[in-house]
């Protein structure tokens, strides 16, 4: 089908080439993205690249490590940004950073596994720069959030994909 000209000015089919020309490399990148605080969700591409037949383990790692990298530039930004960087240019307001230090402060390491979690992930990642927590123990724990997280999507996908 051919689209009116002032149609296919609008239309540009790059973006689902490039993911799926590159589909390790953009389920990283957008593993990263997702994890830092830019609104994106990274879910959809792991589904269609297990629909696609790649390999699972292979894409819960990649998703894993790129979320997880993501998280660690939250966690420098607490270690070391000002107020002005959290509050103003990433926008996270002081009630949502309070409610991640109460959480840290209750559960400790233990929190770091819900990093993934929407609106208070983020925030839990820069509370623990911010406290300057062990930073061995904030990757490890991260890292077993979102593994465990991708896990469960992945195990849902194939799951649901040999039901029909």
Excluded at 100 to 108: D, E, K, L, S, T
Aim: charged share 15%.
């Amino acid at each position: 089908m051919r689209l009116p000209s002032r149609q296919r000015a609008c239309y540009s089919p790059a973006m689902p080439e490039i993911l799926t020309q590159h589909d390790l490399l953009s389920l990283f990148l957008l593993s990263f993205c997702a994890s830092t605080l830019l609104p994106l969700g990274s879910e959809w591409l792991l589904i269609a690249l297990l629909l696609k037949g790649s390999s699972p383990f292979t894409v819960i790692l990649v998703a894993s490590v790129g979320n997880s990298l993501g998280a660690v530039s939250s966690y420098l930004i607490g270690l070391g940004g000002s107020r002005w960087l959290i509050e103003k240019l990433l926008r996270i307001s002081v009630e949502a950073q309070q409610k991640a230090r109460h959480w840290f402060q209750i559960y400790g390491k233990w929190a770091l596994l819900f990093s993934w979690l929407p609106v208070v992930g983020d925030p839990l990642c820069l509370v623990a720069g911010s406290l300057k927590h062990r930073f061995d123990t904030f990757v490890l724990f991260v890292a077993l959030g979102k593994t465990a997280r991708y896990s469960l999507v992945a195990l849902l996908t194939l799951t649901g994909r040999s039901l029909f």
